[in-house]
């Protein structure tokens, strides 16, 4: 898997997310949903689709390709995974989330396996 960095994974989380509420996405709803500008979200969109990452369809639909959906899949889980595990030792729910966000990010494959494997055993 590539290093993107956490802005680029952070679009390819947040399309992720929008393909599984909306029939289509576009620009506009990538930018209301990061709270970005629609400039700051054509930049970054033309970026990963140089990468292959996503497609962007004549109606300016934006779509994940098989690469995109793997790399978004592999952040979104630890997020998901993460922001679980932070709230179950108490910390609160809007803290979890942004701490996820950040711990998603920076932490080795190998290092996210062995906590979550940890964790699994002992909970």
């Known amino acids: 898997m590539q290093e993107l960095g956490q802005s680029l994974e952070d679009y390819l989380e947040a399309i992720l997310i929008l393909e599984k509420q909306l029939d289509t996405v576009h620009n506009i709803d990538i930018a209301s949903y990061l709270g970005f500008s629609k400039s700051s979200v054509s930049h970054a969109l033309k970026i990963l689709q140089a ?72 909970e």
Request: glycine fraction near 2%; charge should be positive; charged fraction near 30%.
């Open 51 to 122: 990468d292959k990452l996503i497609q962007i369809h004549r109606d300016k639909s934006v779509k994940l390709t098989r690469e995109g959906q793997k790399t978004a899949q592999h952040t979104y889980q630890r997020h998901e995974f993460f922001t679980k595990m932070l709230q179950q030792i108490g910390v609160n729910k809007f803290t979890a989330e942004e701490d996820a966000c950040r711990l998603e990010h920076v932490i080795s494959d190998e290092t996210f396996q062995a906590i979550k494997k940890y964790y699994e055993l002992h």
